[in-house]
C-alpha cells in the first residue's frame, strides 16, 4: 500500500480525533432522521470541506490519493454514516464538477463556498421513471437568450433538502445523444426551483434525501458547467470520483466494524468459552478482514490509475461492486455475530447494515456496474 508522509498522517488523525464528537447522538439522530447542523460547523471550522481544492478558493490543495486517506479516517472515527455521506456528496457533487469544469467566473463566486461549507452542495441526475437510464431524462432546459429556462423534476437528491447549491443534469438537445446533456448549476432561491420535503427511507436516515421541481426556472446560460452540451462529460468524471471518495469512507466504517466484532468476539462469552473460538464466528470474522483488504486495494489501486490518467472505466465498476457488497456483508455478519444485541436498535450495529444496503444501489447499481464489465470483456 501506500507510504503516507507526516502531513498526510497529520490531515487524518486532524479527521480522526474530530470523529467521536461528529457521531455523538448518531442512534438517536438515526430514529428521528436528523441531519447535525453543529457537526456540519465543526468540520467547516477545520477547513478539511476544502481538502481537494485549489488554495486559490480556500481550498488545502490535496490531491485524490490524500483525500481519500483522510476520509477513511471518517469513516473509521464518526459512527453517523449519514453525516459521512453527506460530507462525501457536498464535495464531489458540487466541488469537483465546478474545480475540473467550471469556468473561472463559477468558480471565484461558488468554489469559496463549497471550500468553507457555507453552501451545501448536491447533484440532481435521477429522474422518477429514469432511474440509472441518464439518456431517458425529461428535464428539459430551453436556450431563452441568455438564460436557461427548467422544467422537470428530479429524485433521489442526497442533501437536497439542506443544499444551498445544485448541479443539475438537463437536457439541451434531441434526447438519446450524450452532446443533449449539460449540467447547470442552480442556487436554492432561484425562482422557480422548488424543493421537496425530506423522504423518510431504510438507511443514511441523517443523510437527508428529497425531489426537486423546476417551473420555468430560469438559470443563467454562464451556469453551464463545462459549457452545452457538456453533462455527460462532467457526470463521467464526478461519478469516478465519488465512488472513490464516498466508497473509501465505507472501508473506514468496516475497518471500525471489524475491529469491534474482534473485540466483542474475545470477551463475549458462549458454553465457557469466549464466542471468537468458535470456527461460525471466526470465519466471519476473516471474511470481514478479507472484505476490507480487497476494498482497500481496489480503492486506492483505481485511484492512483485515474491520477495517472489511465483508463479506469472498468476498474471504477469492479471498485464499485467489491466494496458495496463487501460492505453489506460486513454489517450482516456484524449483526449476526452480536446476536440479539446486534439486532437491537440501541446499540446502532443494525443501522449499519440498514446504511450499507444503500451501496449496491446508488452510484449505479450493481447490475449496472456488471453489464458495464461484460460490455468491457466482449460480451
Keep these: 500500500m501506500i507510504d503516507w508522509n507526516d502531513e498526510q498522517r497529520a490531515l487524518r488523525r486532524t479527521m480522526v480525533d474530530l470523529g467521536e464528537k461528529l457521531g455523538a447522538g448518531h442512534v438517536e439522530r438515526?430514529?428521528?432522521?436528523?441531519?447535525d447542523r453543529s457537526a456540519w460547523d465543526l468540520v467547516r471550522d477545520t477547513g478539511l470541506l476544502g481538502l481537494p481544492f485549489d488554495p486559490a478558493?480556500?481550498?488545502?490543495?490535496a490531491d485524490l490519493l490524500t483525500t481519500m486517506y483522510v476520509l477513511e479516517g471518517l469513516g473509521e472515527s464518526c459512527r453517523d454514516g449519514g453525516f459521512n455521506f453527506s460530507v462525501s456528496t457536498h464535495m464531489v457533487s458540487t466541488g469537483v464538477a465546478l474545480q475540473r469544469f467550471g469556468s473561472a467566473a463559477?468558480?471565484?463566486?461558488?468554489?469559496?463556498?463549497?471550500?468553507?461549507?457555507?453552501?451545501?452542495?448536491?447533484?440532481?441526475?435521477?429522474?422518477?421513471?429514469?432511474?440509472?437510464?441518464?439518456?431517458?431524462?425529461?428535464t428539459t432546459a430551453k436556450a431563452d437568450g441568455d438564460v436557461f429556462v427548467l422544467n422537470g423534476s428530479k429524485a433521489f437528491v442526497s442533501n437536497g433538502p439542506i443544499a444551498g447549491l445544485y448541479v443539475v443534469y438537463t437536457l439541451t438537445g434531441k434526447p438519446g445523444s450524450p452532446g443533449a446533456i449539460t449540467a447547470l448549476l442552480v442556487e436554492r432561491d432561484t425562482p422557480g426551483l422548488h424543493v421537496g420535503k425530506p423522504v423518510a427511507k431504510m438507511g443514511l436516515r441523517t443523510s437527508p434525501l428529497c425531489e426537486l421541481f423546476f417551473d420555468d426556472?430560469?438559470?443563467?446560460?454562464?451556469?453551464?458547467?463545462?459549457?452545452?452540451?457538456?453533462?455527460?462529460?462532467?457526470?463521467?468524471?464526478?461519478?469516478?470520483?465519488?465512488?472513490?471518495?464516498?466508497?473509501?469512507?465505507?472501508?473506514?466504517?468496516?475497518?471500525?466494524?471489524?475491529?469491534?466484532?474482534?473485540?466483542?468476539?474475545?470477551?463475549?462469552?458462549?458454553?465457557?468459552?469466549?464466542?471468537?473460538?468458535?470456527?461460525?464466528?471466526?470465519n466471519k470474522i476473516v471474511d470481514m478482514l478479507v472484505g476490507l483488504e480487497t476494498?482497500?486495494?481496489?480503492?486506492?489501486?483505481?485511484?492512483?490509475?485515474?491520477?495517472?490518467?489511465?483508463n479506469v472505466t472498468t476498474d471504477i465498476a469492479i471498485t464499485k461492486l467489491v466494496v458495496s457488497e463487501a460492505n453489506v456483508a460486513s454489517a450482516m455478519a456484524a449483526v449476526q455475530i452480536h446476536g440479539g444485541y446486534g439486532y437491537l436498535a440501541e446499540y446502532g450495529i443494525e443501522k449499519e447494515l440498514r446504511?450499507?444496503?444503500?451501496?449496491?444501489?446508488?452510484?449505479?447499481?450493481?447490475?449496472?456496474?456488471?453489464?458495464?464489465?461484460?460490455?468491457?470483456?466482449g460480451l
Excluded at 30 to 35: C, I, M, S, T, V
Excluded at 57 to 61: N, V
Excluded at 108 to 114: E, F, N, Q, S, T
Design 217 to 282: 426556472c430560469r438559470v443563467p446560460r454562464a451556469n453551464a458547467v463545462g459549457g452545452v452540451g457538456s453533462g455527460f462529460l462532467v457526470l463521467d468524471h464526478v461519478m469516478k470520483w465519488e465512488i472513490l471518495v464516498s466508497f473509501v469512507i465505507n472501508t473506514g466504517e468496516m475497518r471500525h466494524r471489524f475491529q469491534s466484532c474482534v473485540d466483542y468476539a474475545r470477551t463475549r462469552e458462549q458454553f465457557g468459552q469466549p464466542i471468537g473460538s468458535y470456527q461460525s464466528v471466526s
Design 57 to 61: 478558493f480556500g481550498g488545502l490543495g
Design 30 to 35: 438515526d430514529q428521528a432522521g436528523e441531519f
Design 355 to 377: 446504511d450499507a444496503v444503500a451501496g449496491p444501489i446508488y452510484s449505479g447499481t450493481s447490475e449496472v456496474q456488471r453489464q458495464r464489465i461484460a460490455a468491457m470483456v
Design 295 to 310: 476494498s482497500r486495494k481496489w480503492l486506492y489501486d483505481t485511484a492512483a490509475k485515474l491520477v495517472r490518467r489511465e
Design 106 to 138: 463559477l468558480k471565484a463566486k461558488y468554489l469559496p463556498m463549497v471550500c468553507d461549507g457555507s453552501a451545501i452542495g448536491a447533484h440532481a441526475i435521477t429522474e422518477p421513471d429514469a432511474g440509472s437510464d441518464m439518456m431517458a431524462m425529461r
